[in-house]
């Protein structure tokens, strides 16, 4: 079966300081991957996707990027974090191919920045 | 482009009451439909879809929705609510006249079932 992890869980950064938030996906091969960010535990921003392997589209400009090094690792980072990317980070994956496939979403990343 | 409306924040029901939480989609072409559950301080849950055929989706949980297309309306049910049920449901649209596969996203409901 498939499995997504996420890691950390929760992190509290200082403002100015770098970012890496890690995700994997086992079990399938060549997936859709997605990055997400809620706030105040509502709305999903969509921030980025990958069809595969070093294949980033960015839908919100911001101080964030995304990289995928290999097939099933997704990864987000940051080099100065800002107050306001506070929030939840979740991502997921589909299989690719098809718009009726649905999303499988990791625990998530609670990240505060003070 | 495509949306998704939820348009109620909130949802109360009473434990054992029937639920039923709106959604509303604005898509070119068929649509593909979704509902997923987040529970607090956790990834969201994939609990059914909509491809094509039967307009009445079943999906985990004793969950269903029905899929209307003149009303382009995808509303979540469930006969009898349970408090284990109260979480966050968001819906979720793509299609194929839409351009991309990326499903836009609902801003949620917050349901709360009473015991």
């Known amino acids: 079966s498939q499995t997504i992890h996420q890691w950390p869980a929760t992190l509290v950064q200082p403002v100015g300081s770098p970012l890496s938030l890690e995700c994997t996906v086992e079990g399938t091969s060549n997936p859709n991957l997605y990055w997400y960010r809620q706030a105040a535990g509502r709305g999903l921003q969509l921030l980025f996707y990958s069809v595969g392997i070093g294949q980033i589209s960015s839908e919100v400009p911001q101080n964030l990027s995304a990289s995928r090094p290999q097939d099933r690792q997704f990864i987000l980072s940051s080099k100065k974090l800002l107050l306001s990317d506070s929030g939840f980070y979740l991502c997921a994956w589909s299989y690719s191919g098809d718009l009726y496939n649905e999303q499988f979403f990791g625990p998530g990343t609670r990240l505060t920045v003070l | 482009a495509q949306s998704v409306a939820q348009p109620e924040d909130q949802v109360n029901v009473a434990e054992g009451n029937p639920l039923t939480v709106k959604c509303t989609y604005s898509v070119s072409g068929n649509p593909y439909l979704f509902w997923y559950v987040q529970y607090p301080n956790r990834g969201l849950q994939f609990l059914l879809k909509?491809?094509?055929?039967?307009?009445l989706v079943k999906g985990s949980y004793g969950f269903e929705a029905e899929f209307n297309k003149s009303q382009t309306s995808f509303h979540l049910k469930k006969p009898s609510a349970l408090v284990s049920d109260s979480a966050l449901y968001f819906c979720?649209?793509?299609?194929?006249?839409?351009?991309?596969?990326?499903?836009?996203f609902g801003r949620g409901t917050s349901l709360i079932v009473h015991p």
């Open positions: 909509y491809i094509t055929g039967d307009n």
């Open positions: 979720a649209v793509t299609g194929l006249g839409g351009g991309s596969y990326i499903p836009t």
